[in-house]
């Protein structure tokens, strides 16, 4: 029997999450992942590199908890959302038995990650306004354990209706976790759900540092969630999540000084949020430039693919979406410096069309 034959089927048959770092690429002006554009410096301080350490590190437990307006008892902290999204089917979820419900096109690590498990996945498509389609949902809950629902969505950039989040808690509970999705909340703080814990206990919200944090290279994400929900991803967390390191930065980032800093951060992307999306609005292959609460900007071209190609030869490496349900012919472009901003609206104006 081969080594390929001795693999469970189901991960014979899996096609991995394609990352910005697996696609590569040779580029100077990366825009393809979502990060924040410049490295924020950090020391450490901790040097018990010796030790163990704690499986959730208080310092970064209370600091996330108060910034986040819950209590420390809702937060589990992780290596990474991605990792918040495991820990939930595996909590959850009976291999060959129950179902996760997603709706694309939205971020891919939530098929991944079903599929890894054996765990089933329903898709029910967003409506043509990028919204959820309720009635598709409700149609398709049956065996259903937990709905993911990123808000705003990767890659489209919008956030979802809050009505329709509170009829889907709704009609989910006492038979499905919703998870709520905010690993770009930090850019549109007073569209967050984590204020609705206390309403529904089977809610669920993933954060990050990722993004507005600019620590995508920590591996540093956050569930919140009832205290039930988190007693019971305890069970199946590994031992020891953080290392030292990470927990030590994550902890000072949170703090007072830390979050005054990232609100700066965002400010900055804001501004060139607005700046990109008026240039893009006037280059001749741009067809539709769509509305963002994020880092990230989602334009629909004139012969994508060629733009796409274009522009990663120039070392300009933007994220393709053509594969992505309704999305043919759209790139997503994170927002980075003026510079890199600048070099993309000058290749796209040298275009041909």
């Given at each position: 029997?081969?080594?390929?034959?001795?693999?469970?089927?189901?991960v014979r048959a899996l096609t991995p999450y394609q990352s910005a770092r697996r696609l590569g690429g040779n580029g100077d002006v990366w825009l393809?992942?979502?990060?924040?554009?410049?490295?924020?410096?950090?020391?450490?301080?901790?040097?018990?590199?010796?030790?163990?350490?704690?499986?959730?590190?208080?310092?970064?437990?209370?600091?996330?908890?108060?910034?986040?307006?819950?209590?420390?008892?809702?937060?589990?902290?992780?290596?990474?959302?991605?990792?918040?999204?495991?820990?939930?089917?595996?909590?959850?979820?009976?291999?060959?038995?129950?179902?996760?419900?997603?709706?694309?096109?939205?971020?891919?690590?939530?098929?991944?990650?079903?599929?890894?498990?054996?765990?089933?996945?329903?898709?029910?498509?967003?409506?043509d306004d990028w919204q959820l389609d309720l009635q598709g949902i409700a149609d398709n809950l049956d065996g259903v354990k937990v709905v993911f629902?990123?808000?705003?969505?990767?890659?489209?950039?919008?956030?979802?209706?809050?009505?329709?989040?509170?009829?889907?808690?709704?009609?989910?509970?006492?038979?499905?976790?919703?998870?709520?999705?905010?690993?770009?909340?930090?850019?549109?703080?007073?569209?967050?759900?984590?204020?609705?814990?206390?309403?529904?206990?089977?809610?669920?919200?993933?954060?990050?540092?990722?993004?507005?944090?600019?620590?995508?290279?920590?591996?540093?994400?956050?569930?919140?969630?009832?205290?039930?929900?988190?007693?019971?991803?305890?069970?199946?967390?590994?031992?020891?999540?953080?290392?030292?390191?990470?927990?030590?930065?994550?902890?000072?980032?949170?703090?007072?000084?830390?979050?005054?800093?990232?609100?700066?951060?965002?400010?900055?992307?804001?501004?060139?949020?607005?700046y990109l999306v008026s240039q893009l609005r006037n280059i001749a292959c741009v067809e539709q430039v769509f509305d963002s609460e994020t880092n990230?900007?989602?334009?629909?071209?004139?012969?994508?693919?060629?733009?796409?190609?274009?522009?990663?030869?120039?070392?300009?490496?933007?994220?393709?979406?053509?594969?992505?349900?309704?999305?043919?012919?759209?790139?997503?472009?994170?927002?980075?410096?003026?510079?890199?901003?600048?070099?993309?609206?000058?290749?796209?104006?040298?275009?041909?069309?």
């Open positions: 029997m081969s080594i390929e034959e001795l693999a469970r089927a189901n393809n992942a979502n990060e924040f554009p410049t490295a924020v410096p950090f020391g450490l301080t901790q040097q018990t590199l010796n030790r163990y350490p704690e499986c959730q590190p208080k310092a970064v437990i209370d600091n996330y908890a108060a910034y986040a307006g819950v209590k420390p008892e809702q937060v589990l902290v992780s290596r990474g959302a991605d990792e918040g999204i495991e820990l939930l089917i595996r909590a959850f979820c009976e291999p060959g038995q129950d179902a996760v419900l997603y709706c694309p096109p939205t971020y891919g690590m939530y098929t991944v990650s079903a599929e890894t498990f054996g765990v089933e996945l329903r898709k029910v498509p967003v409506r629902v990123c808000s705003p969505n990767n890659p489209t950039g919008q956030l979802i209706n809050p009505q329709d989040l509170r009829a889907l808690l709704e009609m989910t509970q006492g038979k499905a976790l919703v998870v709520a999705d905010e690993a770009y909340i930090e850019f549109c703080p007073q569209a967050s759900l984590a204020g609705w814990l206390t309403d529904y206990p089977h809610l669920v919200v993933l954060r990050t540092l990722s993004k507005a944090f600019a620590l995508a290279g920590l591996r540093c994400g956050f569930t919140l969630a009832n205290k039930e929900v988190i007693d019971l991803l305890m069970k199946v967390i590994a031992p020891y999540p953080l290392s030292t390191p990470v927990a030590d930065i994550a902890a000072q980032a949170l703090s007072p000084q830390g979050i005054t800093a990232m609100r700066e951060r965002v400010a900055q992307i804001l501004d060139e949020r607005q990230y900007i989602l334009a629909r071209f004139t012969a994508s693919s060629a733009v796409f190609k274009s522009l990663w030869d120039q070392g300009i490496i933007l994220r393709d979406q053509n594969k992505q349900p309704s999305l043919s012919g759209c790139l997503r472009i994170t927002v980075g410096t003026r510079e890199e901003s600048q070099r993309v609206i000058d290749a796209l104006n040298a275009e041909k069309v």
